[in-house]
């Protein structure tokens, strides 16, 4: 088996230094993740279980955001998984394995709304709201502003949605929300523009 130095999470940030210590703490995570993904790739076998763990949190929270169907939350985020896991001997750590895993995952989305075109099904419950609620971790402070957010959210347009989502509670740069989203940087910097005009809209 191959072993790796692996990178450690960033300790848990106190109120004070939580404005100023985040943008670090997600850089260091996302070196993490894609230094457990490289590791995985070389034939760690332990580097799986930390890769997908690293990210399996914020895989399902993107694909509840675009995902009509709650149902199909988790299915499809394991697809995701199952393709990045298929795909590892591609991934060469030039993007984020956050990034990467996200884009994997906005394709698995795609074929999931061509299958159900192709082979729809009839869905009598909640909307996509109920899959990003569940999706949101529980017991912890600003737990209840998040769900707040979630129905927020729900008044802008699916492309607006997904910017917003990609650059403002998953932290990707503007530069790896476009490759995700196949868009050009200015269009993300727009769509984020309109989003939160129209949050502030809501909210004041």
Do not use: K, N
Not at 111 to 122: E, K, M, N, S, T
Not at 129 to 138: I, M, S, V
Request: aromatic share 6%.
């Amino acid at each position: 088996m191959i072993t790796s130095t692996l990178p450690t999470p960033a300790p848990a940030l106190t109120p004070a230094s939580a404005p100023v210590d985040l943008r670090a703490r997600r850089e260091s995570t996302d070196a993490s993740a894609t230094a457990w993904a490289l590791a995985a790739r070389a034939g760690d076998a332990d580097a799986v279980d930390h890769f997908v763990r690293a990210l399996h949190r914020d895989v399902l929270r993107y694909v509840s955001h675009l995902c009509g169907d709650p149902q199909a939350v988790d299915d499809l985020a394991q697809d995701t998984f199952l393709r990045a896991l298929g795909s590892l001997h591609r991934f060469e750590g030039r993007s984020s394995a956050r990034a990467w895993v996200l884009s994997i995952a906005r394709r698995a989305v795609v074929d999931g709304f061509r299958h159900a075109a192709v082979r729809p099904r009839r869905y009598d419950g909640a909307d996509w709201q109920a899959a990003a609620e569940r999706a949101q971790p529980r017991g912890v402070p600003g737990f209840e502003d998040g769900i707040a957010l979630v129905d927020l959210l729900g008044a802008l347009s699916e492309e607006r949605r997904e910017a917003f989502v990609l650059t403002q509670m998953l932290g990707l740069s503007y530069e790896e929300a476009a490759a995700v989203s196949g868009c050009p940087v200015g269009t993300v910097r727009s769509r984020v523009a309109r989003a939160r005009g129209v949050l502030m809209e809501l909210v004041v």
